[in-house]
């Protein structure tokens, strides 16, 4: 009879309408309109940065890793997480991305986070068409953590803790624009030192340096080329004789050694007055190497280093609410004075 389906037809029907009870759509932040399970519970990250954020947001859900956690970390990071599978990363000057081992551990999902690319619509589509697994891209930087976590209670379904990530977030960036105008008028001024000499940094302008931007403090590395990859910006001795910062903060114990100990580095008026600090990097770098959430902490610590009648905290308590939240790890209090080592006052 006309118009009626025969059996073929409607099982194709039942089909349709049973995959539109478990999946939705969901837009991501380059405005694609991804098809998604409803409810998700295994997901793939797309890189290191895209691990640092998950990791934080929805640890249990996470199928896989791109690279291994540090080193000095692996004692504090729980075992399950440090034996998932690592699969690469899809970004980079040469992607390392393991498409087997990505597919073999079946996640639901693939997520990239970061900073878009012009690519990004692009990218995202490519991945997901090599995988035939849906794959989303969520905007991250410093000034938009707490849009990142919402976006990802959104598509994860963990509401309360992504809540919570977010809330944090951003009173932290609103306690920096409010500290940032008190000193304003009283700015100190800083450098950064890296590299085996201690003479790369992060110039003024740089992705890395945004930093020192929120807290209010002048990096001295001015009027020079801002290169935000590799190592930074190479500057002399002299310049820094000329800039004569009123901070200096070195990358890790070496070059920190290296500034307290060489004789040429003592015509520094911040050695003379012992102002070289160490900043902490258990388990990531608080000034965002890579530049992650772990930049939300950096801002506390180093606005409580520069600024302390102003951003009146205790740093040591500060940090272990941090780590417990976001990295999911309880600090002792030795342990926490290990990690800020040299790094306070």
């Not at 990530?165 to 950064?192: F, G, P």
């Not at 990358?251 to 290296?258: C, G, P, R, S, T």
């Not at 009146?312 to 209090?333: E, G, S």
């Amino acid at each position: 009879m006309a118009g009626c389906g025969g059996p073929k037809q409607q099982a194709t029907s039942q089909s349709k309408q049973t995959e539109a009870t478990k999946t939705r759509v969901f837009k991501d932040s380059a405005g694609r309109k991804v098809k998604v399970p409803k409810k998700i519970t295994r997901i793939a990250p797309s890189g290191p940065l895209a691990q640092m954020v998950l990791y934080s947001s929805v640890p249990n859900k996470l199928v896989g890793i791109a690279s291994a956690f540090p080193d000095d970390a692996k004692n504090l990071i729980p075992k399950k997480y440090q034996k998932l599978p690592q699969f690469g990363q899809f970004y980079g000057k040469s992607s390392t991305l393991n498409m087997e081992a990505l597919s073999a551990a079946n996640p639901q999902v693939i997520i990239d986070i970061g900073e878009p690319k012009d690519s990004v619509k692009t990218d995202m589509a490519k991945l997901q068409k090599q995988l035939d697994i849906p794959t989303v891209f969520i905007k991250a930087d410093m000034n938009s953590m707490p849009q990142t976590y919402r976006k990802l209670a959104q598509l994860t379904g963990n509401r309360q803790h992504n809540q919570k990530l977010a809330t944090y977030c951003q009173q932290v960036l609103k306690q920096a624009k409010t500290a940032r105008e008190k000193v304003k008028d009283q700015q100190k001024s800083i450098y950064y030192a890296s590299g085996k000499s201690g003479l790369n940094t992060n110039a003024a302008g740089s992705f890395h340096a945004q930093i020192f931007d929120t807290i209010g403090v002048k990096n001295v590395v001015t009027g020079v080329t801002a290169a935000s990859q590799g190592s930074g910006t190479t500057v002399s001795l002299e310049q820094l004789l000329k800039w004569q910062p009123d901070y200096i903060l070195a990358e890790n114990k070496a070059v920190y050694q290296l500034i307290k100990s060489d004789s040429s580095w003592q015509q520094l008026t911040a050695v003379k007055e012992n102002r070289v600090y160490l900043v902490p990097s258990t388990p990531y770098n608080f000034l965002g190497f890579p530049p992650s959430v772990n930049r939300i902490l950096g801002i506390q610590w180093l606005g409580h280093l520069i600024y302390p009648d102003v951003y009146q905290l205790n740093i040591k308590q500060t940090v272990q609410d941090f780590y417990q939240l976001f990295y999911h790890i309880h600090l002792d209090d030795q342990q926490t004075t290990e990690i800020l080592q040299n790094a306070v006052r």
